[in-house]
């Protein structure tokens, strides 16, 4: 069965840092673009970033850009999101979703999904 799974969310105060994983179980990553998404409370989700299957392609939203960076390292099998100083705006569920080939901003693009992790930044 193809899974995704996120974790390393939690509360973190405004200026903080967090670092998401994305684990792949039942298929090997290399071979997908993976995209990190968020939704927050009464919005719609929304893509933050994405790494080609390569990692050589990043792209970023712009209310991220400069502040998030995603990374891979396919012999773990894992994607990265670093989330550095957070906004309260960041909070959301953060997702991420696996499609073969190329990148996408559009969440219906994506076949796989992991169950999303929660980011609340707050004082």
């Given at each position: 069965q193809l899974q995704l799974v996120e974790s390393g969310g939690g509360l973190v105060q405004p200026g903080g840092s967090l670092r998401l994983s994305c684990a792949a179980s039942g298929f090997t990553l290399d071979y997908y673009a993976?995209?990190?998404?968020?939704?927050?409370?009464g919005k719609e989700r929304e893509g933050v970033s994405?790494?080609?299957?390569?990692?050589i392609k990043t792209n970023y939203a712009d209310a991220v850009k400069g502040r998030f960076t995603i990374s891979r390292?396919?012999?773990k099998n894992t994607v990265y999101l670093q989330m550095n100083s957070l906004?309260?705006?960041?909070?959301?569920v953060y997702y991420c979703a696996a499609k073969g080939y190329w990148c996408s901003a559009y969440a219906l693009?994506?076949?796989t999904w992991?169950?999303?992790?929660q980011v609340t930044v707050s004082s």
């Open positions: 993976i995209g990190w998404f968020r939704q927050a409370p994405c790494i080609s299957k390569s990692g390292d396919n012999a906004k309260p705006e960041d909070t959301a693009d994506y076949d992991g169950q999303g992790t």
